[in-house]
């Protein structure tokens, strides 16, 4: 009822209760009243039937018809307005008179199925009521034959009494109660109108000036005496209204004022928001300076500091004193933590402002992982700790995401774990956290029994420049900064990091990152089906390397027995034992051990926390087929469990031979820096690998070579004097004798993002200062199309890294060498044959958008490439073409093409600039 106005409710609460009280009383006395006419109707005709069945007694005991039939006359003819008929019949159902005949007495005569009544029966229709009673014999001789105690039943009179009469006044009585209701209805009708024109007309007065004192006009009175509580409303509202007109006049006054104020504010403020935007300006400008600044910075600490580690590897690869050796170790040792406090400084400085882009790269997670090991084994191996990684085995292996910060989230958790353990073991485990279509989350444990955080000394663990305790700096160095970069690098992966510690128990840090599945199988294929079923004895003490081994041997299907020193003793054997070893203070127990157990084995392979070239040797010489340096690497644990022990021997051990028999490649190098120390060092490591190298000091040096002389590979800085080198590679690229010359960037501390704008400006590669032999290596395999370095160590990571660069949004390797069935040579020739076509389609693009041919000719071109892509690795490019050629398929116009026609343009020169690239990857595998 809140939608409907007061007169609506004044004739809703008025007529509403009147029409339903008077509806109910009327209803309850008329039927009440027609109950009552019918109960008397009833009544009449027993009080006329049951005489009248007494009086027929005597003329149905003698039989006599007359008799009868004159009775039930008399009694029709007296009541004839109200009797229609009467009816008797015998004892055996027949009629026996009747007042007056009719054709049909089915309604009288009860039905032969029924028993004849005993007492009065009545049954009630519309307009009549029938109504029988039985004949009961009275007279003496009936008593004789008295059956049980019960006069004898003649027989029953039936009569149909009339209701005509009483429905007539039912019927009145309705007439009257109706009548009565209607009267009452209007009457309350009448009553509500004249209450609604009281009640409402002087509240529609009083809201027409509620509404004009609402519109503005607070001038506006009611103008009109009412009585009551109209009379106190009316009169209030007329004091509201000159209580509004009075603060009305207040408030314009206090406008004037505030607005007076106001303007003097608004001069104010425009005044700060000047300061401010200047202030703005100049805070963008030092942000500028400051990143500007710290690139400079970088590249002018880098680049005295390349020289330094360059040079001390060079000299300690000349013949040198112990003590010398120990110098040059420490002065590059030294170097390398200058270099890593430089990178951590502008690695906190990039995640602070919020300009840290992750990279999605194809890598194998083993694999990563194995290289973070490889890197931090020997600091582990000068304490003795022990290391053992555990994967799970549902762990997903071929992944996509940024595995270069994964990497260095690893080495600052595995390192620092490293760093404050000083006896014991550190355990890395992986596990899967959840799996999905798409993605992927991995969840990564570092434990180790060190020396503790408390709780108070954990709330400060992330804070920059902050370490647990300040003599932690002093005792074990380091900035402060690596866990708090680790933190954020995770947080930018979708992940979280946790801390669980006791002190001088020991810490553990977990956390999640969060990757894309990749579909590539990456890394060399393990040699599966040798390994399975494999038995191998394995004897080692430490539980956490124990199950590292035995969950990656379970992985291969192995079967696995652990021994105890008991079964060491024993005369038992082995066709494979694997000996772990940690107690490295006491050499001579190993090699006493190697001896006793070379006698009851094949295969003989030796576990050990120590990188030192001479250990190794000498267990080797103590009778070990194999000694590897722990955590054990699932490659090299493959290649020896299935490898012959001879090849074991000469390939497995080669990392560990300090020898070097390189050959160099008969090539011209270009190298371009503009510090002498570093394009001296740069000099001085090409000439180890290739015959002749030239040596330019700025880009301008370096253009003008280029234009007189070709060059097999050209290495360039990228801040230089005169013309820097992004510039300098652009102008060889687009004149002279090396615009197809593989070009690498050689720059410090390439950031996020850097490495993309680099290969789209004209290089093919680069190169991070410090630079070291292996990384030169491996760009020269890459780049060269020879293979001819001695270092077999060296040739596995390089065709590792080649296929994990190899792979990206517009080319697979692994996709290529599927289509080609794994045949190299084939594969370089589909890509060759599709780069040949690329120029031709240009053409048609061009002729195509100008308007030369037409969408139908242009689409057989692109049919054409859509095949070509199919037997290649250009995966974005096929399915650039397939979207074209459907597009062109529903005939959609060539102006409405056009985007999607340059997109296909940029990628076919993203093809032809990675093609050196790829030819040689596919070159070296033929």
Not at 121 to 130: A, D, F, G, R, T
Not at 356 to 361: A, D, P, V
Not at 861 to 884: E, F, V
Request: charged share 20%; proline share 3%.
């Amino acid at each position: 009822m809140t939608k409907y106005g007061l007169k609506a409710r004044v004739y809703f609460f008025t007529i509403v209760p009147t029409i339903i009280i008077g509806i109910a009383l009327a209803s309850y006395f008329s039927f009440h009243r027609n109950r009552q006419l019918d109960d008397f109707v009833v009544e009449r005709a027993i009080n006329v039937i049951e005489p009248l069945a007494i009086a027929t007694e005597f003329g149905m005991t003698r039989s006599n018809r007359e008799k009868v039939k004159s009775v039930i006359d008399v009694t029709h003819r007296r009541m004839s307005p109200f009797i229609q008929s009467v009816a008797v019949f015998d004892s055996n159902n027949r009629l026996f008179a009747t007042s007056n005949y009719q054709s049909d007495f089915g309604q009288h005569q009860i039905a032969d199925e029924q028993a004849f009544p005993e007492d009065t029966q009545v049954e009630v229709y519309p307009k009549s009521i029938l109504i029988r009673t039985p004949i009961w014999s009275e007279s003496e001789t009936a008593y004789g034959n008295m059956d049980q105690g019960k006069p004898k039943l003649l027989g029953y009179v039936s009569l149909v009494y009339n209701k005509e009469q009483a429905l007539l006044l039912q019927f009145r009585d309705t007439v009257i109660s109706s009548s009565i209701v209607i009267l009452g209805i209007g009457l309350s009708f009448l009553f509500a109108y004249f209450l609604s024109k009281f009640v409402n007309e002087p509240i529609y007065n009083i809201l027409r000036v509620v509404n004009s004192i609402r519109q503005g006009k607070l001038d506006t009175r009611i103008n009109a005496n009412y009585t009551g509580e109209l009379g106190l409303l009316s009169k209030g509202i007329d004091a509201l209204a000159e209580s509004m007109a009075e603060y009305h006049e207040e408030m314009h006054q206090s406008i004037d004022q505030a607005t007076s104020d106001l303007r003097e504010t608004l001069e104010q403020i425009e005044i700060q928001n000047i300061e401010l935007d200047i202030a703005k300006r100049e805070a963008m400008q030092a942000a500028e300076v400051k990143s500007q600044f710290l690139a400079n910075m970088s590249h002018e600490l880098r680049t005295p500091l390349n020289g330094v580690i360059g040079f001390t590897r060079q000299v300690m690869k000349t013949p040198v004193t112990a003590s010398q050796a120990d110098y040059l170790n420490t002065i590059e040792r030294s170097a390398n933590n200058l270099l890593s406090i430089i990178n951590d400084i502008l690695d906190f400085s990039k995640l602070e402002a919020g300009e840290f882009e992750l990279q999605k790269i194809d890598f194998d997670l083993r694999d990563s992982i194995n290289e973070v090991l490889t890197l931090l084994m020997p600091s582990a191996h000068d304490k003795f700790l022990e290391i053992a990684l555990i994967m799970d085995e549902d762990v997903p292996l071929s992944l996509r995401g940024d595995s270069f910060h994964y990497q260095q989230i690893l080495t600052n958790l595995i390192g620092n774990a490293i760093k404050f353990t000083n006896n014991g073991q550190v355990r890395i485990r992986f596990t899967l956290g959840s799996l999905h279509d798409k993605s992927v989350v991995i969840h990564t444990e570092v434990s180790d029994t060190g020396i503790g955080i408390s709780e108070q000394q954990q709330s400060q663990l992330f804070q920059a420049f902050k370490q647990a305790d300040t003599s932690i700096s002093r005792e074990y160095g380091g900035t402060g900064l690596g866990l708090v970069i680790t933190k954020k690098l995770i947080e930018l992966m979708d992940g979280r990091i946790e801390l669980h510690s006791e002190v001088g128990k020991g810490s553990i840090f977990s956390f999640t990152t969060h990757f894309e599945l990749s579909p590539l199988e990456l890394g060399e294929a393990l040699p599966i089906e040798q390994l399975q079923q494999l038995q191998l004895a394995v004897y080692e003490p430490n539980p956490s390397s124990y199950q590292a081994i035995d969950t990656l041997c379970s992985q291969w299907q192995m079967e696995i027995e652990s021994l105890s020193s008991t079964h060491l003793s024993s005369r038992s054997f082995y066709p494979r034992l694997l000996l772990g070893f940690s107690d490295l203070n006491q050499p001579q127990h190993l090699l006493s051990q190697i001896e006793q157990l070379r006698k009851h084995t094949d295969l003989l392979i030796v576990a050990i926390n120590s990188c030192d070239p001479q250990v190794h040797q000498q267990a080797l010489d103590a009778g070990a087929d194999i000694c590897l340096p722990k955590p054990l690497e699932h490659r090299k644990l493959a290649a020896a469990l299935v490898a012959d022990q001879q090849r074991q021997a000469n390939e497995l051990q080669a990392p560990l031979i300090s020898s070097r028999d390189i050959v160099q490649l008969d090539i011209r190098v270009l190298a371009v820096d503009d510090n002498s120390a570093n394009l001296k060092l740069i000099a001085a490591m090409l000439a180890e690998y290739v015959v002749d190298v030239e040596l330019a000091r700025n880009g301008e040096q370096a253009y003008q070579r280029c234009l007189e002389t070709s060059y097999d590979l050209i290495l360039m800085d990228i801040q230089m004097p005169v013309m820097d080198g992004l510039t300098a590679i652009k102008n060889i690229r687009h004149q002279g004798l090396n615009q197809r010359t593989p070009a690498i960037a050689v720059t410090a501390h390439i950031l996020t993002g850097e490495q993309s704008s680099f290969l789209e400006q004209g290089f093919n590669d680069y190169l991070e200062k410090p630079i070291d032999d292996e990384k030169l290596q491996q760009c020269l395999n890459r780049w060269v199309n020879h293979s001819n370095f001695s270092n077999p160590q060296i040739k596995a990571e390089t065709i590792i890294t080649d296929f994990v660069e190899l792979e990206s949004d517009s080319y697979s390797h692994q996709l290529a060498m599927d289509r080609a069935q794994h045949k190299p040579d084939l594969a370089l020739e589909m890509l060759r044959l599709l780069s040949n076509d690329f120029e031709v389609l240009r053409i048609h693009i061009a002729a195509a958008l100008s308007g030369t041919i037409s969408a139908q000719e242009l689409k057989q071109h692109i049919h054409k490439l859509n095949g070509g892509c199919a037997y290649t690795g250009a995966k974005r490019l096929k399915s650039l073409s397939h979207d074209l050629e459907t597009a062109l398929d529903k005939n959609t116009s060539i102006e409405e093409l056009e985007p999607e026609l340059f997109e296909l343009e940029d990628e076919m020169d993203k093809i032809l600039a990675a093609q050196p690239q790829l030819e040689a990857a596919l070159m070296k595998k033929t």
